[in-house]
């Protein structure tokens, strides 16, 4: 398989399922228009899709079809998107830009921004909730909801963040560092492999493997993150480089160094390939991606 | 039965159970302290718990254990609250006090007030779809999640907010400030007396009836906030009187005069008792709540 083609053809399929399920087809009152507008902008901003393309690769790993995990695939890029939208405010990171486009707040205003970020986070819920494609049992579906929720919730995605503000300027251990990036980013990360992992059917044991293999990219891809917003052109970031240095953030390079911080990262893959032993070649896409986020740095 | 009883009992039932179902018990990193600390102090200032009290007079109106319905009735009370937080926000409605108290962001600052809204939303999505106490068909209790996630999400709730936004300081019409307060306040409340329904075991019909119910006095309660607005003291409402009138905000009292707005009220209560016309004994609470949602204006 080549990668660069898988990922084009997942990204398509993604962002046409997003077009397809975001709300506003109906007649609505003209005053929704600019809140539903501001969700849409931030969601067809770009981005990678990792999450989504995770979670569908997972689901293909362990037998399933691809189209059943859409919906979850959507929830989790819409989950995404209302944390960077939130995470870019005046109050938080304070970014103007992202992906070298406007933030949502420089377009919409904060209390724009604000809610656009509240309306996609419920929306995530709206889709996890609603009619999957496939006969997925319903206490499996509420399962994988859970899975999420406690991802993005206060003691996953949202708690990170706020260590992460609370820890600013301060001098923080590694094991807090971790603590930080392991729920800031790798929670969401590890649930999109184990939502896509249920949705395909995946026996215990092969949902336990890749939970672990979901940890651990999740680790490497917040360690290439830190290293990219140390090496990166503003460019490749869409924002200015060295911006977390700047805010006095504790990021892996500045406890560990360059080098060190490229070999944890390579370590933590290896041992993501590793959870993946007994799978079949049904398993590639996931191996191939667990090799793409190293690749992001170079 | 005596209403005052009964809301005083429910209301320790509920707080009981927003105790218990709150994170945080285990051990967790003291930097996570402070946002668990955010999200409590908002869900515990005070509050009249109206809609988790409606969510377990609908269960009961249907024959369902009231116990049943705890965890829905805190998740509700978590998208309340978490919505308080974000509409007192500096770039939402800017209020520095709610119920006599400090808001959110007074304390513990915008980013931990909107990360304290972003946790509680998505808590009472992790509520929903955990286990229940009552052995409710997984197939129901998605649906359950469904209905809640449409009521509080952008053509909800969350969107309501964003009209009321675009809307200041311009003139509408009747039509479109129903619309708001239909989806800004009157989907939640629907929300509340379906979820305790399905909880129940209600039939289509009575499902049906009960709909009708949250719709009327959700749109009663949302009169009656506009007439306590003009008409309250600060100290009723733990906010400046006036605040609404100030900010040019379309009101009921503003379009239709003090005198056919307490009018709308009352007929829209009786609306909702009509729809209870086939209910047995087990209704009483819902009836007396309906009452009692007008009284809170004298």
Same mark, same amino acid.
């Given at each position: #398989? ?7 053809? @997942? ?13 506003? !087809?109906? @007649?609505?009152?003209?005053?929704? /228009? ?6 849409? *902008? ?11 393309? =995770? ?28 944390? =960077?939208?939130?995470? /870019? ?18 377009? *919409?205003?904060?209390?724009?921004? $604000? ?30 909801? !859970? ?9 996953? #995605? +949202? ?10 300027? @301060?001098?923080?251990? +590694? ?34 493997? =890749? ?11 917040? $360690? +290439?993150? /830190?290293? %990219? !917003? +140390? ?16 805010? !006095?953030?504790?990021? *892996? ?19 993501? %390939? ?5 799978? /079949? ?10 090799? *793409? ?6």
């Amino acid at each position: #398989m080549d990668l660069q083609t898988y990922l084009q053809d @997942k990204r398509g399929l993604v962002e046409q399922a997003m077009a397809d399920l975001m709300p506003g !087809n109906g @007649k609505l009152p003209p005053e929704l /228009d600019r809140h539903l507008e501001a969700m849409r *902008y931030s969601l067809f901003a770009g981005g990678k899709r990792v999450r989504p393309i =995770l979670c569908l690769a997972s689901c293909e790993a362990v037998g399933g079809a691809i189209s059943h995990a859409l919906p979850a695939a959507v929830a989790l890029e819409c989950i995404h998107t209302y944390s =960077l939208i939130h995470d /870019d405010l005046p109050a938080m990171d304070d970014d103007e830009l992202r992906r070298g486009k406007p933030t949502s707040h420089m377009l *919409y205003g904060e209390a724009g921004a $604000i809610l656009a970020g509240d309306g996609l986070l419920t929306l995530a819920f709206e889709l996890l909730s609603g009619k999957l494609p496939a006969d997925i049992e319903p206490g499996a579906q509420l399962g994988i909801i !859970n899975i999420i929720a406690r991802a993005a919730g206060s003691l996953g #995605m +949202v708690g990170g963040q706020a260590m992460d503000i609370v820890s600013e300027g @301060k001098e923080i251990d +590694v094991i807090t560092l971790r603590e930080i990036h392991s729920r800031k980013t790798g929670a969401l990360i590890s649930a999109a492999v184990q939502s896509g992992a249920v949705i395909g059917g995946a026996t215990p044991e092969q949902f336990s493997s =890749l939970t672990t293999y979901g940890e651990k990219i999740g680790l490497a891809f917040q $360690i +290439v993150d /830190d290293l %990219l !917003n +140390v090496e990166g052109t503003a460019e490749q970031l869409g924002k200015a480089a060295g911006s977390d240095a700047d805010r !006095n953030k504790a990021t *892996y390079p500045a406890l560990y160094g360059l080098e060190r911080t490229r070999q944890l990262a390579e370590e933590s893959v290896a041992e993501a %390939l590793d959870a993946l032993a007994h799978f /079949d070649e049904y398993s590639a896409p996931l191996r191939r991606l667990a090799s *793409y986020i190293i690749s992001r740095s170079k």
